[in-house]
Structures are given as structure tokens and as C-alpha cells.
């Protein structure tokens, strides 16, 4: 990865039709692009497509140029039955997510010199005992 090439405080600078810090573009199938992410940037981007919560351990600090490949799902879709098409291949502009070359989240972020690794750690979990409407003014 690379530096970015401007802070969080000349992000405020940037010009109108320049990609906005701590923004990403992409996806799974489109990979990470991005000019100007956090390490929290990328545990929340990364979060969308995993089971779990994804916490930023690097330690690193500053804004990074990311650049990546699309991956595939951590779980494929079940297979298609009768005559459904396998939505797996379907033009979406992400290819073919079945393709067993595409590469896993893993791997991608491996390419970064960053590592995804599954443990068990306390997280904070928000229970909602009661919701109603508000009172008319």
C-alpha cells in the first residue's frame, strides 16, 4: 500500500470532483479502490462481504492508497435448480464469481501486506428491549 497523498486535514482541500477521503469504490467482484482510507476505513469496507465483525489491529496510522482485485464470496450461493440460470454468471460486471482462479478476500488483502485472521474477542452488541412511534407535536 501505498501513502496517500494528502492528509485528513488537506482533505478538506480537495476539489469537488476529486474521489472524497475515507471513501471507497468497488466491491467484491470490482475490488477495493480507494485515494485517501484509514486502516477503520478498510475493517468497515471489508466487513460487507464477511461473517463476522472486522476489527483494525494494524496499528497503522495515516491515510493509504488502496488498489486491489475483486474476490470471491466467502460463500458461494447455493447451486441453481431446474432452468434458473446460475446467478453466479450473470453479467453484472463483476465476472464470473464461480471462477475458481478469482481470488479470496484473503488473498487480496495478503497482496496489501495485511492479514485477515479469525479470533474470538469481546464485542459490543446493542440490544433494543422497546421501540414505539413518536408522540404527535
Request: glycine share 10%; net charge negative; aromatic share 6%.
Amino acid at each position: 500500500m501505498k501513502n496517500a497523498e494528502v492528509d485528513d486535514k488537506g482533505c478538506t482541500a480537495l476539489p469537488k470532483d476529486a474521489q472524497p477521503c475515507h471513501h471507497f469504490n468497488g466491491g467484491m467482484g470490482r475490488g477495493m479502490h480507494a485515494k485517501a482510507v484509514n486502516m477503520a476505513d478498510l475493517a468497515g469496507f471489508i466487513e460487507n462481504w464477511t461473517d463476522h465483525p472486522v476489527v483494525d489491529k494494524t496499528g497503522l496510522d495515516g491515510l493509504y492508497v488502496i488498489e486491489s482485485e475483486g474476490w470471491t464470496p466467502m460463500r458461494l450461493p447455493p447451486p441453481p435448480t431446474g432452468n434458473v440460470p446460475n446467478p453466479a454468471a450473470r453479467p453484472s460486471g463483476d465476472g464470473d464469481m464461480s471462477d475458481p482462479a478469482r481470488p479470496t478476500l484473503f488473498m487480496v488483502l495478503q497482496k496489501l501486506g495485511l492479514e485477515l485472521k479469525q479470533q474470538k474477542a469481546p464485542i459490543d452488541v446493542y440490544l433494543v428491549e422497546h421501540i414505539e412511534r413518536p408522540a404527535a407535536n
